[in-house]
T-cell receptor
Framework: EAEVAQSPRYKITEKSQAVAFWCDPI?????LYWYRQILGQGPELLVQ????????DSQLPKDRFSAERLKGVDSTLKIQPAELGDSAMYLC??????????FGPGTRLLVL | DQQVKQNSPSLSVQEGRISILNCDYT??????FLWYKKYPAEGPTFLIS?????DKNEDGRFTVFLNKSAKHLSLHIVPSQPGDSAVYFC???????????FGTGTRLKVLA
């Protein structure tokens, strides 16, 4: 069964450092999402791609976060510089253009 | 402003009994709803969905009920099994936007 792949699964970094997360969606899925989930809360959308184009990045803190999906397939989310409050689970999801989204295993980030 | 609310942070149920998880929403434009299950250190797994043109959708042990006038939906799990112990999220969207707002989750514990 096809799955969304994410790496790394865990990342520990010091504040002010740069971090990057990678996501490979299910093959053929045109829509890709990055979410942030803080412990005890639900996932919050950071950015939504349709192919290589950004559809919604209204909740992305653009002073320090960036996301790209250059060829409309895999995607990278970057944080520079990381802050203590960025500690969270970063989830990637993809969708073939229907209503259901399929999530990857997530990257758990700890900023010290 | 929390547009999707899961007011019970946790729920304990005896094995074999019914689990009922509740979700309320405030945005009348929402017309498609999903339920996800999440185990620790994993990404959310899709469980079941419902469109606003229906008031019930069933898949095996899982049934989702939608009350549009009350802006309320519920997930019923019958019979509950220990493997159902997880955090359950409801999510809502305005169909066609493919953009979901998630609730804060309910932690279900099924006691053997």
């Amino acid at each position: 069964e096809a799955e969304v792949a994410q790496s790394p699964r865990y990342k520990i970094t010091e504040k002010s450092q740069a971090v990057a997360f990678w996501c490979d969606p299910i093959s053929g899925h045109a829509t890709l999402y990055w979410y942030r989930q803080i412990l005890g809360q639900g996932p919050e959308l950071l950015v939504q791609f349709q192919d290589e184009s950004v559809v919604d990045d209204s909740q992305l803190p653009k002073d320090r976060f960036s996301a790209e999906r250059l060829k409309g397939v895999d995607s990278t989310l970057k944080i520079q510089p990381a802050e203590l409050g960025d500690s969270a689970m970063y989830l990637c999801a993809s969708s073939p253009g229907e209503e259901t989204q399929y999530f990857g295993p997530g990257t758990r980030l700890l900023v010290l | 402003d929390q547009q999707v609310k899961q007011n019970s942070p946790s729920l304990s149920v005896q094995e074999g009994r019914i689990s009922i998880l509740n979700c309320d929403y405030t945005n009348s434009m929402f017309d498609y709803f999903l339920w996800y299950k999440k185990y620790p250190a994993e990404g959310p797994t899709f469980l079941i969905s419902i469109s606003s043109i229906k008031d019930k959708n069933e898949d095996g042990r899982f049934t989702v009920f939608l009350n549009k006038s009350a802006k309320h939906l519920s997930l019923h799990i019958v019979p509950s099994q220990p493997g159902d112990s997880a955090v359950y999220f409801c999510a809502a969207s305005n169909s066609g936007t493919y953009k979901y707002i998630f609730g804060t989750g309910t932690r279900l514990k099924v006691l053997a």
